[in-house]
């Protein structure tokens, strides 16, 4: 019966679902309702040449190409911008439509220069492979010569336009992907070209270099500025990036195995789709500069000399276990990697606990406040891990808190710039004036630190409002009446005062969030500030009260700065919990691990990254094992963490570069960049995406769970694993949330499995409300009168370790100069390349200034990363997510002019 159906749906140019049907070259297709004619013959399998093109921008219509031929009216029109119709009958290679296309071809390689033999698109370049697919080898028209002047001051990208072919990819994807608003048509006619505005440089010009427009153009005409090689690569390996929290797509060009450039990838439904970053697209150039580790070093005679495999294990496996025996299993620690695999971390932290019996291990994941958002995790019982960025573009309204996206992983601010562009409501939370301001409805400029007072100012109105969704509290929350009676009782003015936000302004928040579903947006300013627990309970009682849980599009999306930051926990790569973020004081839980494991384990808490510190100062540290982390620039007062690290009786690092830590260690272990090995990541979103080796490690450099599968066997284990398919096999086994890890490719999601009726199909427990906490209005102290904020900057991550060995990025930004508010830059006499010195209670800098006049008065901006991550130096070696802390985000300074 169905086929019959299906022939009558055929018969009448519908089908089910709405769908309808067209002839392509006599062939019947089918496609949804306003799909193109060029979409529905790509979906089928026809092809039809195009440049201008994409499926990830709007149809445009520019190159004409893509021309068809109506067999019932003979009219030619251009496939992209055609919608389909029932009945419908096209010929994408009619005799018209090939004389068309040919001479189309031939006028723009008529303008074209006869470039192509040293053009480094080669054999990518679209237009030289449609050229060839109609055999036009000579044009037979006049030369137009349009030349046009060679731009290559940035050291990202060169720009030839007498190749640019006037496709209009680079100006849209710049306006619809990035939306940055770079550039633009210039001129008419034949001296039409994409430009900025007045025909500045890029490097003057809102351009972010994420190198979109590079990987979008079907020629020469933009290409990225290689010094190393020119040409085709011989392959293209599909991978993960190795940088932020996002988890981009890439596409390596590989060349005698060396990673010579990288793209977006071409697959579907990823995170990043057709963008980048200047990250991803350009600073992974340092995986090949000769500072590099290739192989094993041991410290002899207070010397670094080369050492075999063989020795360099035994070394560290015979140290370790001695050190255990003689001083008990509290003088050993291990420090894992945020940037490491989830198969990495997860042997990593067994190694640990079955073979040196210790529970002190931790990873970078907590430089970036993770300890906050413990006690949420808690709350939740695991719910809501699972958020796909796509959401953040169908959300009812976005407000981004202590978040600087533009910077830190701009892939998100894409999103939320196309989101504002479509008129969702965009509130911007922060004392500094970001690059997401200019697309907000609104920026709320708080003070630093009092990110808790304004959320409940918030709330409070909106209950007062009577704005908060009672069936979704009703439903899947207790607790409401009490948290609503406090916050009826919250002084407003109070709240005015402490966060220096006018009520006018809060009014206006309230109002743009009335009745509406909230996709919060949670950044480093509130995870690593003095009451980053606090603040994000206040938000997760605001996503409750307006019932922004459950579905896309709403709810916490709490950013993560590194790549396997959320993978790294997951892993059990953290001081209080097993695999699958399981409680070390759950018995059950532990004695699974035990059964699978054959070994007991612990359940007290271990020793965190700031208590390895202290632990080490005090002596009571003995032996620390660090895996891609670089504690010595990452963590403040860097002094004083190298004094503490140089009193251990040994230390192992096994990383990839050369770095301060590496400097001080006893055995040097070389491990594998993420291009040079397998393995998966989860990014903050909460997918798994795996990953294969585009080329071999450098010199003896081996994979890190490779590295961490002999070492094991050296210190006692029965068996090795021997592959990552049987390092993922136990993984899926004892890790219910990564039960999908065993794909080992493409990409999975984590499983959620809370108790939570909110997170369930039916039944469980509510979610409760948290008490409503208050903090009160701090001065200023006369001894440092200034606030600085420490942030990111585009071209670097963290703390600069692998950014700050790219070359590109080092030629294009290292001045890190402090920013000052026009006020503060005239009272203290500054002009432009004057030098001062900021003095806070833990230390100084020095570096130039700039004056930015959209800083508030009394702030002062200092960018991390830069100048060896010497910011670290103003604040002190405090835990974070404790509110006895001040945090690492702020710090009073005292400034004073060189």
């Known amino acids: 019966m169905i086929p019959c159906l299906f022939q009558d749906c055929l018969a009448k140019g519908c089908f089910l679902n709405g ?61 992209c911008v055609t919608p389909a119709a029932p009945d419908m009958a096209v010929l994408t290679a009619s005799p018209r439509v090939i004389k068309h296309r040919r001479n189309i071809v031939r006028l723009m390689m008529a303008e074209h220069p006869e470039s192509c033999i040293v053009c480094s698109k080669g054999n990518r370049c679209q237009l030289r492979r449609i050229a060839a697919q109609l055999g036009i080898g000579e044009t037979g028209l006049y030369p137009m010569p349009n030349y046009k002047a060679y731009e290559q001051a940035n050291p990202f990208m060169v720009r030839d336009l007498s190749k640019c072919v006037l496709c209009g ?126 192989r094993p070093l041991i410290r002899r005679d207070g010397q670094m000399s080369p050492a075999s495999w063989d020795e360099a294990l035994d070394t560290a496996a015979t140290r370790f276990l001695a050190v255990q025996k003689e001083s008990g299993p509290s003088s050993v620690a291990f420090l894992g990697s945020s940037k490491c695999t989830n198969e990495e971390n997860y042997l990593f932290q067994k190694i640990a606990r079955v073979l040196l019996k210790t529970n002190s291990v931790d990873n970078g994941g907590y430089l970036s406040g993770r300890s906050a958002l413990a006690p949420l995790y808690k709350r939740t019982n695991g719910g809501d891990r699972v958020r796909s960025l796509a959401g953040l573009e169908k959300a009812e309204a976005i407000v981004v808190i202590g978040a600087d996206v533009t910077e830190t992983l701009p892939v998100v601010s894409y999103g939320l710039k196309r989101a504002a562009q479509k008129g969702t409501p965009l509130i911007v939370i922060d004392p500094r004036q970001t690059g997401l301001s200019a697309h907000a409805s609104m920026r709320l400029p708080l003070k630093p630190q009092t990110d808790l007072e304004l959320i409940n100012g918030l709330s409070a109105l909106l209950v007062r409002k009577k704005a908060q969704n009672a069936i979704f509290t009703d439903h899947f929350t207790k607790g409401f009446e009490a948290f609503k009676e406090a916050l009826l009782k919250l002084d407003l003015e109070k709240t005015g005062r402490v966060t220096g936000v006018t009520p006018e302004a809060l009014d206006e928040a309230a109002e743009y969030l009335r009745g509406k579903s909230v996709a919060f947006v949670v950044g480093g300013g509130v995870l690593e500030q003095r009451y980053a627990a606090l603040t994000l309970d206040a938000l997760f009682n605001l996503c409750l009260m307006t019932g922004s849980l459950g579905h896309a599009g709403a709810g916490l999306y709490v950013l993560a700065q590194e790549n396997n930051q959320a993978g790294a926990w997951d892993m059990g790569t953290v001081p209080d919990a097993l695999p699958g973020r399981q409680p070390l004081n759950d018995s059950l839980a532990r004695e699974k691990f ?140 004892l890790v219910p949330m ?24 039916e039944g469980g427990a509510r979610v409760s409300f948290a008490p409503v906490s208050s903090i009160e209005e701090e001065g200023q102290s006369d001894s440092y009168p200034l606030t600085v904020i420490l942030g990111s900057v585009r071209f670097h991550l963290g703390s600069g370790t692998r950014t700050g060995y790219s070359g590109r990025v080092r030629e294009f930004h290292q001045n890190g100069a402090v920013e000052l508010s026009p006020q503060d830059w005239t009272a203290f006499g500054l002009q432009a390349g004057d030098s001062v010195k900021l003095t806070s209670a833990h230390g100084s800098v020095v570096r130039e200034t700039a004056k930015n006049s959209a800083l508030t008065q009394g702030l002062v901006f200092v960018p991390e990363a830069v100048h060896n991550n010497d910011a670290r130096n103003l604040i002190g070696l405090f835990p974070l997510g404790q509110p006895d802390s001040p945090g690492w985000k702020t710090c009073p300074v005292r400034l004073e002019k060189l």
């Open 169 to 294: 990819k680079c100006i849209r994807a710049d306006h619809e992907l990035v939306v940055a608003g770079a550039i633009d048509y210039s001129h008419r006619g034949f001296e039409s070209r994409p430009a900025t505005v007045h025909e500045l440089p890029l490097e003057l010009s809102s351009c972010t270099f994420c190198g979109t427009c590079l990987s979008m153009c079907p020629t020469g005409a933009l290409a990225p500025k290689n010094n190393m090689f020119v040409g085709t690569p011989d392959r293209e390996i599909p991978t993960v990036c190795g940088f932020c929290g996002v988890g981009c797509s890439l596409s390596m060009g590989v060349f005698s195995d060396t990673v010579v450039e990288v793209n977006p990838s071409r697959g579907k439904n990823t995170v990043n789709g057709s963008t980048l970053c200047v990250r991803g697209h350009f600073a992974h150039d340092f995986l090949n500069v000769s500072q590099r580790l290739t």
């Open 738 to 761: 990564y039960a999908g890890i065993n794909e080992g490719s493409g990409a999975v999601w984590v499983v959620e499995a809370s108790d939570k009726e909110l997170f369930k199909n």
């Open 19 to 79: 769908h309808i049907n067209l002839s392509i070259d006599g062939k019947t297709v089918i496609c949804p309702p306003g799909a193109s004619v060029l979409e529905a013959a790509e979906e089928n399998g026809i092809k039809i040449p195009t440049l201008c093109h994409h499926s990830g921008l709007e149809p445009f219509g520019a190159c004409r190409l893509c021309l068809v031929e109506d067999e019932n009216t003979g009219r030619l029109m251009a496939s």
């Open 594 to 733: 035990e059964r699978a494991w054959q070994a007991s384990i612990s359940p007290d808490r271990g020793l965190d990254l700031i208590r390895m510190i202290e632990e080490a100062e005090k002596g009571n540290l003995k032996a620390l094992y660090v895996m891609g982390e670089n504690p010595l620039r990452a963590l403040p007062q860097p002094d004083r963490v190298k004094r503490a690290l140089e009193k251990l009786d040994f230390i192992v690092v096994q990383d990839i570069l050369k770095t301060e830590t590496t400097e001080i260690a006893d055995v040097v272990l070389p491990g594998a960049a993420f291009s040079e090995k397998g393995g998966s990541f989860t990014n903050l979103e909460g997918r798994i995406q795996f990953f294969n080796p585009a080329v071999p490690p450098p010199g003896e450099a081996k994979p890190d769970w490779e590295i961490l599968d002999l070492l094991a066997r050296k210190m006692g284990s029965p068996r090795r694993f021997g592959s990552l398919e049987r390092l993922r096999g136990e993984i899926a086994g």
